[in-house]
């Protein structure tokens, strides 16, 4: 069964770069039937869509984090990446990545999420 | 870009209620809408994609209806599981969310 996994800090200091990846487990990240996501949730907020990739590498990125956020995917290791640069404390949040599936329109499977932490 | 609203904020329901919560899209969607539930320190849960398709493994008791713009999810008789908070996305778009509450 294919799972997900998030890893990297869990406190990054204001101004720094965030990086996370995500390990792709059961199955192999350049099927041509997904896309691979990443998605963050302050804390008692909402769900936020941060971007997306797929195998070959093209992206998809939200508008309003476009400025600081680069994905990337290593398909011999089955991992993609998130780094999201000049961070505050707004970016503060557990990071999910997920699956998005093109049949399903939707994130069909997640990661557990990661806890990221912004402060000096 | 779409914007996706999901009313009410907050709903109280008790056990055996029948449950349903809106989403709403400042564009038309056509069927393209999930619905996630999401318990507190879990990953969200896939229900329903294509607005009314049931994700392998969801109970029947969830549904999902609409298209275009207004879009609703159903659930026909609340179990004690259900007590969760429920999300509509649209690929990019993600609604606020819907907490449900035990009455």
């Known amino acids: 069964q294919l799972q997900l996994q998030e890893s990297g800090p869990g406190l990054v200091k204001p101004s720094e770069t965030l990086s996370l990846t995500c390990t792709v487990s059961?199955?192999?990240?350049?099927?041509?039937?997904?896309?691979w996501g990443w998605i963050r949730q302050p804390p008692g907020k909402g769900l936020e869509w941060i971007g997306s990739?797929?195998?070959?590498?093209?992206?998809y990125y939200n508008p309003s984090l476009k400025s600081r956020v680069t994905i990337s995917v290593d398909t011999s290791k089955n991992q993609f990446s998130l780094k999201l640069s000049s961070v505050t404390a707004a970016d503060t949040a557990v990071y999910y990545c997920a699956r998005y599936g093109v049949a399903h329109d939707a994130f069909d499977i997640w990661g557990q999420g990661t806890m990221v932490t912004v402060s000096s | 870009d779409i914007q996706m609203t999901q009313s009410p904020s907050t709903l109280s329901a008790s056990v055996g209620d029948r449950v349903t919560i809106t989403c709403r899209a400042s564009q038309s969607i056509s069927s393209w809408l999930a619905w996630y539930q999401q318990k507190p320190g879990k990953a969200p849960k896939l229900l329903i994609y294509k607005a009314s398709s049931l994700e392998s493994g969801v109970p029947s008791r969830f549904s999902g209806s609409g298209s275009g713009t207004e879009f609703t999810l159903t659930i026909s008789s609340l179990q004690p599981d259900d007590f969760a908070t429920y999300y509509c996305?649209?690929?990019?778009?993600f609604g606020q969310g819907t907490k449900v509450e035990i009455k």
């Open positions: 990739i797929y195998y070959s590498g093209s992206t």
């Open positions: 996305q649209q690929y990019r778009a």
């Open positions: 059961g199955g192999s990240i350049s099927s041509s039937s997904y896309y």
